[in-house]
């Protein structure tokens, strides 16, 4: 029987302390203050778990790849990467996700619109994440590096093509002279030598030509 009972709201409770705490969701009262942040909180319970934002204590870990999380839910949320378990399936492709911020950030594909604009060149994005990967191409930084020859790369997906260099494997092969390339994009310019696509034109005589270089 929950016999204290919110005057406000009717939601009952067991225990006169609950009622209490409750009491302070309809007040707006935040009596538990961060001494770091001064930041307010109804509960103290929840302001013990914000205190591991700023001590960084990270006391829920993956069992399976011992990563930590400061809060249970992140790591909740994290286990569906292991499980490969998506709950948040698209409706309109059926595509699935594990969480559903990366559901939200896929809709924008559907939608086509670009929220997130370089303040450098106003070019559009779907997703946060692609801006930031693009503002390094303004700002020149290379934060991917190559581990043998220490050239810098501002993609990883850059680095990781170029890793195939090292390599000395050709995974890309000419359908037509079985020829092989490092790179996809080699092979793509190098198919223009067997269809006669000429893609670079003069602007001047309006010549074409397979590679850039000729055009230069």
Same mark, same amino acid.
């Given at each position: 029987?929950?016999?204290? *009972? ?21 007040? #707006? ?23 591991? !934002?700023?001590? #960084?204590?990270?006391?829920?870990? $993956? ?47 559907? !939608? ?26 303004? @700002?020149?930084?290379? =934060?991917?590096? $190559? ?7 501002? $993609?990883?997906? @850059? ?7 090292? @390599? #000395? +494997?050709?995974?890309?092969? $000419? ?12 092979? =793509? =310019? ?16 309006? +010549? #074409?030509?397979?590679? *850039?270089?000729?055009?230069?």
């Amino acid at each position: 029987e929950k016999q204290h *009972v919110c005057k406000i709201c009717q939601k009952g409770f067991i225990h006169a302390g609950n009622l209490k705490l409750h009491m302070l969701t309809h007040t #707006g009262e935040k009596p538990h203050v961060c001494k770091f942040c001064q930041k307010g909180f109804t509960h103290a319970s929840t302001l013990k778990l914000h205190m591991l !934002t700023h001590t #960084g204590e990270k006391q829920h870990v $993956c069992k399976i790849c011992q990563k930590g999380f400061i809060h249970a839910i992140n790591l909740k949320l994290h286990m569906l990467t292991h499980t490969g378990e998506k709950p948040h399936v698209c409706e309109i492709c059926q595509k699935g996700f594990a969480l559903s911020s990366n559901l939200k950030s896929h809709m924008v594909t559907h !939608t086509g619109e670009k929220p997130h604009a370089c303040e450098v060149c106003q070019k559009g994005f779907a997703q946060s994440s692609h801006l930031k990967q693009h503002m390094l191409i303004h @700002t020149g930084e290379k =934060r991917h590096v $190559c581990g043998t020859c220490q050239k810098g790369f501002t $993609c990883v997906f @850059t680095l990781k093509s170029h890793m195939v260099v090292h @390599t #000395g +494997k050709k995974p890309y092969s $000419c359908k037509i002279c079985k020829k092989g390339f490092t790179l996809a994009d080699t092979l =793509r =310019r190098h198919m223009m030598t067997h269809t006669g696509e000429k893609q670079h034109v003069c602007k001047i005589c309006q +010549k #074409g030509f397979t590679h *850039v270089s000729g055009l230069k």
